[in-house]
């Protein structure tokens, strides 16, 4: 089974190096509150203004983390702990910081962009440096803003991209048990039940043109990872029961990707790759040996399928080695 290695880690760092301090070109993520409120990415949020977008930057920097962590000896670790210390300051944290109070903020990057903050935050918690605890207010912003929105939110998010509310519970699950937050917890298991806790026999109509997350697999990765393994066992039969027969079809199939310089067509090669990371975890809480087996084999054909593209073009380069590496790690279920 494909893991990340030494030479993974290094040619991940490489890339995001590349671009979490590349401000143009940028996509921001911004509403004008006059015509006098204005600034370039850098003087709106001087950590995160590289990787085209402020998630994909976010995200960027859990990557560099997370390798750190897992090879910590390699030559180019020294860049990425000399970027953090410039990066993590208190000041440059209140920046984002204040960003995040304006009135016109309050939507900004819901969820997806506050679940990798929060995954951020989570992995810097396990580095012996003061990161985590620079970013804590940061952080505590994004966890408070959950526990304000989940209780209004009627209905989930089901889509394939940013606003999939599975993929974020997913992130935010890790938050969750790295800073004991047992209150951001008990919300997001009570939603996940209320939500997704009838679902049955899914069909998988997708992916979608320009997916990146499986609506279907992903839902199931957040119920393993929220539920205790004997109720989440009984669930996930009624929702995919036919996995034997290797039905639904689609889920089976890696995602073709037409063209990798279009920032959409692009995002199918996420597609793969979160799938292969869903199916992965989903295979450690399965009993059947033998759909296990195909669901570890489908992984694993999806990850051939999109590791190559991890570099090449910026469109995906700004973003695809995270979901590589979500893959490759394959995080193991937060205990309920």
């Not at 006098?36 to 930057?57: K, V």
């Not at 016109?104 to 580095?127: C, I, K, Q, T």
């Not at 069909?203 to 997350?213: L, R, V, Y």
Request: charged share 20%; proline share 6%.
């Amino acid at each position: 089974m494909r893991a990340l290695t030494p030479d993974l880690a290094t040619a991940f760092t490489r890339i995001a190096l590349g671009h979490v301090t590349r401000e143009f070109p940028h996509k921001l993520d911004h509403v004008w509150a006059s015509a006098a409120d204005n600034g370039t990415p850098r003087e709106q949020h001087p950590i995160f203004y590289g990787s085209f977008d402020w998630h994909s930057c976010v995200h960027g920097y859990w990557t560099l983390a997370r390798c750190l962590r897992r090879f910590p000896n390699r030559p180019e670790c020294k860049d990425v702990v000399a970027l953090f210390n410039d990066a993590f300051t208190p000041e440059k944290v209140e920046a984002e910081c204040a960003y995040l109070r304006r009135p016109e903020s309050r939507g900004f990057e819901r969820p997806y962009g506050w679940a990798w903050l929060l995954m951020l935050w989570a992995e810097l918690s396990r580095h012996d440096a003061p990161w985590a605890a620079t970013l804590q207010p940061l952080a505590d912003m994004f966890a408070q803003r959950f526990k304000d929105y989940l209780p209004l939110a009627v209905y989930p998010d089901r889509s394939g991209q940013h606003a999939n509310t599975a993929f974020a519970f997913a992130l935010t699950f890790e938050y969750c048990e790295a800073a004991g937050d047992d209150g951001l917890r008990a919300l997001l298991v009570e939603r996940l039940r209320t939500w997704y806790g009838a679902d049955e026999g899914a069909q998988a109509w997708e992916p979608s043109g320009s997916d990146f997350i499986s609506p279907t697999l992903m839902e199931a990765e957040a119920m393993r990872r929220g539920l205790p393994a004997p109720e989440f066992a009984r669930w996930f039969a009624a929702f995919l029961p036919h996995l034997g027969q290797k039905m639904p079809a689609t889920l089976f199939t890696p995602a073709t990707v037409s063209d990798r310089t279009d920032g959409k067509l692009a995002h199918l090669d996420g597609l793969n790759l979160s799938r292969a990371w869903c199916w992965r975890g989903l295979a450690a809480a399965t009993d059947d040996a033998g759909v296990r087996s195909a669901m570890l084999e489908t992984a694993e054909t999806h990850i051939a399928s999109a590791l190559g593209q991890v570099e090449g073009h910026y469109m995906g380069e700004h973003w695809l080695a995270s979901f590589a590496l979500l893959a490759l790690e394959a995080a193991p279920a937060v205990s309920a």
